[in-house]
């Protein structure tokens, strides 16, 4: 029994003996099991590659549901990811949107009468369990009831079906309303029409916006690609756009490696920026093997500079592009993410999970590695 239930909570310890106990059976009903704080050291070897922000917090093997963390954001106002596949797909602004989210994925497979009664009745379950949580509005189970060919989870591939859904949802998806570019690189005037509204605090959509408008002889648009590479990238890590022969080739991080490498003079944009270390590395956020290790540099420039948000933000980028890599550079940039989240926010549960990555990394089959004596600080579950 949960004594108390509290929502301002941004440690680990603390989240877990506050919320786990009430979601361990609305999500068993979904297929997942939940985490506990000894599994966490497993949970994050399972996903190495993606755990660097994240808090894994239940899994059915295949896919894992996590939270964006940032140090001194409440987890329970934290973005809801499924972590699946080398992939970091967005669900929801925060767990009160989990519900909806969670049904609209497995929409397409409730379809006779008493599966979907089975559907609403375990959503209803998790909406229960999370105080403000948003179920499934009436306009969205309205256009359910009719929609063809039914809705599925959202991936760049959506159809007008699944993208209009993820829309009606309302739970904050950045890319759903995006509608589907035209694939010839030529229709730019669709394109743009397309992005007339886009939100430019998206930095995959501002990285889309720079493609289109690209034409021969242009100026760099400094602004705006500043703000893709001080952007960290952690929903999706792959292109959202179906075709990559519209949006430029990229690879690694895709957004950020167009970015970069598409500029025409990286030097006049980067030069006196916290970014000059990128000057002669185009593929930095791709291929190049010492790209983590200017994405550190960079860090360093922007903390030197007073900057931490944005040096955290470049060390989780570096920390990517490692991936599965345990190589001393990878160990290196493990590190300083855990150092880097510990000037901002010691005891959240960013630095908590970023110090437990250290070892993961260090020791990615858990041979060897003490997982119980890592930030034995974090004991206290009694957090206000």
């Given at each position: ?61 295949d896919m894992t549901l996590a ?149 021969p002889g242009d100026p760099d ?23 990559p022969e519209y949006r430029m ?136």
């Amino acid at each position: 029994m949960v004594v108390g239930l509290k929502r301002r909570l941004t440690s680990i310890q603390s989240f877990l003996a506050n919320w786990r106990p009430r979601l361990v059976q609305p999500l068993a009903d979904f297929g997942y099991s939940t985490f506990a704080y000894a599994d966490l050291p497993s949970a994050l070897r399972s996903v190495r590659g993606l755990a660097s922000s994240y808090l894994p917090f239940a899994t059915t093997g295949d896919m894992t549901l996590a939270l964006h963390l940032w140090p001194g954001r409440e987890l329970f106002r934290s973005p809801v990811v499924m972590l699946s596949h080398g992939s970091a797909a967005y669900l929801a602004d925060s767990l009160p949107g989990l519900p909806t989210a969670l049904f609209l994925c497995e929409f397409r497979n409730a379809r006779q009468d008493d599966e979907l009664d089975g559907l609403r009745l375990k959503t209803e379950a998790l909406c229960s369990a999370i105080p403000d949580s948003r179920p499934p509005s009436r306009s969205l189970l309205n256009y359910l009831a009719s929609a063809d060919p039914a809705p599925r989870m959202w991936t760049p591939r959506a159809n007008s079906s699944t993208a209009r859904a993820w829309v009606l949802a309302r739970v904050g998806h950045p890319f759903a309303a995006l509608p589907r570019l035209p694939v010839d690189i030529d229709s730019r005037k669709e394109g743009l029409r397309c992005l007339t509204d886009f939100d430019r605090s998206v930095p995959e959509l501002v990285s889309l916006h720079l493609a289109i408008v690209r034409t021969p002889g242009d100026p760099d648009r400094a602004e705006e690609a500043l703000q893709v590479l001080g952007a960290e990238a952690w929903r999706n890590q792959a292109s959202f756009v179906e075709d990559p022969e519209y949006r430029m080739e990229g690879s690694g991080i895709v957004e950020w490696d167009c970015t970069l490498k598409h500029m025409r003079n990286p030097a006049k944009v980067l030069s006196s920026t916290v970014f000059e270390p990128l000057i002669g590395h185009p593929l930095a956020y791709s291929s190049a093997p010492d790209g983590p290790a200017a994405l550190l540099e960079v860090a360093a420039l922007a903390e030197r500079r007073g900057d931490l948000a944005l040096a955290l933000r470049q060390v989780r980028n570096a920390c990517t592009r490692h991936g599965r890599e345990t190589s001393s550079d990878a160990i290196e940039a493990a590190a300083r993410h855990a150092s880097t989240c510990r000037l901002l926010d010691r005891s959240h549960a960013a630095t908590e999970i970023a110090e437990m990555m250290v070892s993961v990394v260090r020791d990615p089959y858990g041979s060897g590695a003490s997982d119980s004596s890592i930030n034995e600080d974090s004991e206290d579950s009694g957090e206000d």
